[in-house]
């Protein structure tokens, strides 16, 4: 049986592997302040300073990785064009990523993940084989949450995630999301 560990309960994870999702890690590590993520963004602060302080291993893999880098610069491109008054016809993303604004965003992103995240989280991944992809079901589901899930289950980590749609995981979590415990 699966455990959904609160964040208050950080410490029943001492001595596991957790694997950090993409929402986690934004919350962690990116500019996405609203005042409705605030608590996010305080409640997994604390469990990241609790599982340094722990000295756990904290692992990311590089699906999230690169879900993270894109979410970053969607974010900051999105944020540009506001500034900026513009529309997506006016400058796509691609453009975008070539304005010195784009390119310093891009520069910001990889000081974040060298410094960072490298520093702190082990890169640990599966080898996805025709089986694994042939037993994902596609209907009402993220391809992408089910290849975490089975990382995680690859190396025995605990889940730390914010995504309500790993309700039904059959893999421990941790997290701060109500609907998940």
């Known amino acids: 049986m699966s455990l959904r560990i609160k964040a208050m309960d950080v410490a029943q994870v001492k001595d596991r592997q957790l ?6 890690l934004l919350y962690l590590f990116s500019p996405v302040v609203a005042p409705s993520t ?23 893999d590089v699906f999230v990785l690169s879900e993270f880098i894109n979410a970053f610069l969607r974010f900051e491109y999105e944020n540009y064009l506001k500034t900026k008054g513009l529309t997506r016809n006016q400058c796509n993303f691609k453009r975008f ?3 010195a604004e784009g390119i310093q965003v891009s520069q910001d ?7 960072l995240i490298l520093k702190h ?11 694994d992809i042939s037993t994902i079901s596609l209907v009402n589901t993220d391809f ?11 190396h025995q980590c605990v889940l730390v995630t914010n995504d309500a749609d790993f309700s ?3 893999i421990d979590i941790l997290t701060a ?3 998940l415990t």
């Open 109 to 115: 992103i990889e000081i974040v993940v060298n410094n």
């Open 168 to 170: 039904g995981a059959n």
């Open 144 to 154: 992408n949450d089910e290849l975490i899930v089975k990382t995680c289950k690859e």
């Open 38 to 60: 605030q608590w996010a963004i305080d409640a997994y602060t604390a469990i990241f300073a609790q599982c340094l302080k722990m000295q756990n291993v904290l692992c990311v």
């Open 121 to 131: 989280f082990k890169m640990v991944g599966k080898l996805f084989d025709k089986a």
């Open 177 to 179: 999301n109500n609907k």
């Open 19 to 24: 694997f950090f999702d993409t929402n986690v």
């Open 97 to 99: 990523r070539s304005t």
